[in-house]
T-cell receptor, first 115, second 111 residues
Framework: DTGVSQDPRHKITKRGQNVTFRCDPI?????LYWYRQTLGQGPEFLTY????????KSRLLSDRFSAERPKGSFSTLEIQRTEQGDSAMYLC?????????????FGDGTRLSIL | DAKTTQPPSMDCAEGRAANLPCNHS???????VYWYRQIHSQGPQYIIH???NNETNEMASLIITEDRKSSTLILPHATLRDTAVYYC????????????FGQGTELSVKP
């Protein structure tokens, strides 16, 4: 169990650029979640996958955001045409099993800064 | 989703027990109580969860009142490394597992 891995840890980009983050869940965890956290606030749910299927998306996930989990293993989160308000920590979590109440294990996030 | 209420901050002396309260008066029968914590610059860390009965693991104990409207997380011997924001979350059994985080309690363990 090597834990949830996120890459990169930090990303600085100019407004209007596209960015992509990667999340590698714990091996054999079939559920994968993305959250966003702004300074001083708790994490907010963005979307989740069960295997390769994206089962729920938050209203926070605008058209500029897209997430994929093509083979049911790692996942990517892409933000197109970044805006100042996208500056945040993007967290990934994974859990096992078929029951939704299994504990989620989080990575240490990707911190995005928009110049 | 049931909401939770936690004090914004608490202090605890190192070596003493830290008792973190959480109110979830609108909890329904199939909703679990979860506790996570977040140390500065890290992702949230799972601590413990329960439905009705009290639970204990190597990190903490969870005491849930009989009416399930409130709970207390107990760190029996707090250390400086327990300084973190602690989140109490009510999670429905069958709604995908997404966690709804509130503001949490910022616990400061002092020497």
């Amino acid at each position: 169990d090597t834990g949830v891995s996120q890459d990169p840890r930090h990303k600085i980009t100019k407004r209007g650029q596209n960015v992509t983050f990667r999340c590698d869940p714990i091996s054999e965890h079939n559920r994968l979640y993305w959250y966003r956290q702004t300074l001083g606030q708790g994490p907010e749910f963005l979307t989740y996958f069960q295997n390769e299927a994206q089962l729920e998306k938050s209203r926070l996930l605008s058209d500029r955001f897209s997430a994929e989990r093509p083979k049911g293993s790692f996942s990517t989160l892409e933000i197109q045409r970044t805006e100042q308000g996208d500056s945040a920590m993007y967290l990934c979590a994974s859990s096992s099993g078929n029951r939704a109440n299994q504990p989620q294990h989080f990575g240490d996030g990707t911190r995005l800064s928009i110049l | 989703d049931a909401k939770t209420t936690q004090p914004p901050s608490m202090d605890c002396a190192e070596g003493r027990a830290a008792n973190l309260p959480c109110n979830h008066s609108t909890i329904s029968g199939n909703e679990y109580v979860y506790w996570y914590r977040q140390i500065h610059s890290q992702g949230p860390q799972y601590i413990i969860h329960g439905l009705k009965n009290n639970e204990t693991n190597e990190m903490a104990s969870l005491i849930i009142t009989e009416d399930r409207k409130s709970s207390t997380l107990i760190l029996p011997h707090a250390t400086l490394r327990d300084t973190a924001v602690y989140y109490c979350i009510v999670l429905p059994y069958n709604q995908g597992g997404k966690l709804i985080f509130g503001q949490g309690t910022e616990l400061s363990v002092k020497p």
